[in-house]
């Protein structure tokens, strides 16, 4: 077991998928790149953020497919490639740019199982999310929320590297569509990640910290977050649970009840805006299910419901930060 | 569209002489009138299903158009792909779905060919390179170029092929689709197919250019044109298509141009077609009849087998629609059937 960074680690996932099956292909802007340019040099990007490099010099331009800038006809050929009965991985480098090709997901890739009569779609997207690097409201965005509430397709998100691998290759080999989101500000976090095969099921998040004081969900980047405030607490006495979901559909809501039943207190961290968003998702989940074990009222902690704003100090306001999460977790020991 | 530019696009059709015999045999000629007949037989049937209320939701029939699908998927065999349009029927029986299931699925049952969660515009096989129709206009070309994706990946020489009428020729999905067909060389055929009317507009106004065939040449695709009401067209156009694409030569596309004898949907009042537009096209312009006039002059086919198939092909709907009548609704927990996440 060595130490990997979460980019080293999807494209390790990625390589050593595509040799394993041959029936997996990449498709996307750039996942080679060169191609055209007047060097003459292929795999020249390996994707906008290299997630993808050196796949096109071991696996050819058959199965690594440098598109043009069209998402539309990117998913749609996702689509129409996994019913075919191969595994495309496609990529539309920033989840913002779903808003092109939406239709292929909502209406197409989502629909199939249900609407074919159980027909297979084993394609993955993956994506690009989150703020932190200025780059503004059309780059920054946090899609996860809005996609987890189509029924039809699953929704993962990994926190650290060791997941990100073991979560894409389930991803892959699933028979449904996967969208795999990415967070740009976790690519060069790294940890221990096996060399060798092992995949992480779908449906089951994972105990991150254990306390009885109070329960703390957090998703994608913010789960670095929170593991920060918690450790922080513990140390005055403050012990709560931290659950990472790693995949927000399906959820591992049996995880979150068991763990605020016995707390009775409930802070979600969590990237996406807060209106119909996966925080207030799983408070009404703690409400719903949970309602007579609760001591206090669940707190939300995410942006506001703002666009992604691009002055760095904007960004920061508007982003969750260590501040907001402790004020949040003491605010429900308060009751 | 008019009467006259119809005529002219027959006149720059891909055709045979139609007074020499096709070239193709007995079997086959049967098989295309049959699967015309089908279609025809069907879609009139549904639409007098829908009327009575049998049928529920929204349907669109393909009735005038049988050729330009039986002509394509006759030169097609399971391992080729197709993806339709929300007018679908006709390209799912001209593939080979069954159509008793699927006269079941647009009855809504729980054994139709869908389980009944599809519907009229739904309807999919994929076993038989059915890629299923599609309730969003230009939403299949993306799709059937991913087939033609792993068509290319597997090399065998298959092809996939998306049916766009006129209004999906004006999206942008199609010409992303089309771009990026002749960049991937993709064994992609585009079988365009002019109806005359995207929903309650004709073609010549949302049209913007005044030749879309050279529109498609402009994308790189060589175009083979054809007369939607000529099987014999459609099947040669297709076939000089498929030669280029089956060998590697990238994209092609079919532009062909038919019209439908219903409306847009089943009880649309059609103000916007002039008084005997349709009668006049259904006594000039039948594909059927056109087909049964070439057998005759040539001498292929006797009328008799043709009248023979006529008879076979009624008491097959007659018994699809007794079928679907009485076959079982869905259950209540077929809902959540076929789901991933029971939240």
Known sequence: ?335 | MTTEQLKTKRDKAVSSDTRQKSGLTREQLLNAYRQMRLIREFEDRVNAECLTGAIPGFTHLYSGQEAVAVGACEQMTDADYIISTHRGHGHCIAKGCDVIGMMKELHARRDGLNGGKGGSMHIADIAKGMLGANGIVGAGSPIALGAAIACKLRGEGKVAASFVGDGASNQGTVFEAMNMAVVLKAPKMFIFENNGYSEHTGASYGIGCDDVVKRIEGFGIPVFEADGFDFFSMYEAVGKAMEISRKGGGPTAIYATTIRYFGHFVGDPQNYRAKGEVEMYRNEYCCLQNFRKRMKETGELDMASLDAIDQEIGALIERAVQEARTAPRPLPEDLMKNVYDNY
């Open chain 1, 1 to 335: 077991m060595t130490k990997k960074t979460m980019r080293e680690a999807i494209n390790e996932a990625l390589h050593q998928e595509m040799a394993r099956d041959p029936s997996v292909i990449v498709i996307g802007e750039d996942v080679s790149g060169g191609a055209g340019g007047s060097s003459g040099q292929r795999d020249a990007a390996g994707g906008v953020f290299g997630l993808t490099k050196g796949l096109l010099p071991k696996f050819g331009e058959n199965r690594v497919i440098d598109t043009p800038i069209s998402e539309s006809a990117i998913i749609g050929a996702a689509n129409g490639a996994a019913l075919a009965g191969l595994r495309p991985v496609a990529e539309i480098m920033f989840s913002d740019f779903i808003g092109v090709c939406f239709d292929q997901i909502l209406n197409q890739a989502a629909k199939f199982r249900y609407m074919f009569n159980g027909a297979n779609a084993p394609l993955v997207v993956r994506m690009t999310v989150g703020a932190g690097r200025s780059a503004a409201a059309q780059h920054s965005q946090t899609v996860h929320s809005l996609l987890t509430a189509i029924p039809g397709i699953k929704v993962v998100m990994p926190s650290n590297a060791y997941d990100a691998k073991g979560l894409l290759l389930q991803a892959i080999r699933d028979n449904d569509p996967v969208m795999f989101i990415e967070h740009k500000m976790l690519y060069n976090d790294a940890c221990e990640v096996p060399d060798g095969d092992y995949t992480i099921p779908f449906g089951e998040g994972v105990l991150l910290r254990e306390g009885e004081h109070a329960t703390v969900v957090a998703t994608g980047q913010m789960v670095k977050l929170a593991a920060g405030v918690v450790d922080k607490l513990a140390a005055e006495g403050i012990r709560c649970d931290l659950i990472d979901p790693r995949t927000t559909s399906p959820l591992d809501t049996e995880l979150i009840l068991e763990s605020v039943r016995e707390t009775g207190r409930l802070v979600v961290v969590d990237e996406s805006t807060p209106r119909c968003g996966l925080a207030a998702d799983i408070a009404a989940l703690a409400a719903r299910e949970a309602f007579f074990s609760l001591r206090a009222p669940v707190q939300m902690v995410t942006p506001p419901h703002t666009p992604v704003p691009f002055a760095p100090e904007l960004e920061r306001e508007y982003l969750p930060d260590a501040a907001r999460v402790e004020r949040a977790i003491r605010s429900v020991l308060a009751h």
